[in-house]
């Protein structure tokens, strides 16, 4: 089953992703995508490792996520994926002149052979003002791209807004 979990900063996407996680009853594998290039984003890395639990295996990748997904999904097991949009800001940040369409395929294709459930967690960055420089458009295109491509393949889509889950799309009953 692959389960998208969208929300804007701070809505309580990770928690409602946890908590899936936690209730699948199978070991759970986090797979980290931040990476520590501030004070700041060190902090936040904190957070989230303080709040989730201990038990779970931890898999550390800031880009080669469609290989890690290959690896992982060929064992019955939960990935929780946190963050697709950091991810993707890696992605732009390392490889900006990279065909997007062809890595966000990739992704997709990386779950042909699921034997997991997979969540994903990605912000929703489209709903706000629309930013003045390039770069910030094209994250925001992208990002926009990639959750509408993930959202198409998933069995269930939450929109996450003050902690609360609302159901898009739920195609498990």
């Known amino acids: 089953m692959i389960t998208l979990v969208l929300g804007g900063a701070r809505s309580g996407k990770s928690r409602i992703a946890q908590e899936l996680a936690s209730a699948s009853a199978l070991p759970v594998v986090y797979i980290a995508t931040a990476t520590a290039l501030d004070d700041e984003m060190a902090t936040r890395i904190e957070h989230h490792q303080h709040n989730r639990p201990s038990e779970w295996r931890l898999r550390e990748c800031p880009l080669n996520l469609a290989s ?22 890696n992605q732009l940040f390392e490889y900006p002149e990279q ?35 390039e770069v910030s458009r094209k994250f ?9 491509q993930l959202a198409q393949i998933a069995d269930k889509v939450l929109f996450v807004a003050a902690g609360l889950p609302l159901a898009l799309k739920d195609n498990t009953k």
């Not at 459930?117 to 709903?127: K, P, S, T, Y």
């Not at 295109?141 to 509408?148: F, H, M, S």
Request: proline share 3%.
């Open 140 to 148: 925001v295109d992208e990002a926009g791209r990639l959750n509408q």
């Open 68 to 89: 890690a997904l290959q690896e992982e999904t060929q064992q019955p097991q939960t990935i929780l994926v946190d963050c697709l949009t950091l991810w993707l800001n």
């Open 99 to 133: 065909d997007f369409s062809v890595l966000f395929d990739a992704l997709v294709n990386s779950l042909s052979a699921n034997n997991a459930n997979v969540i994903f967690v990605a912000n929703e960055v489209g709903l706000g003002i629309i930013p003045l420089g």
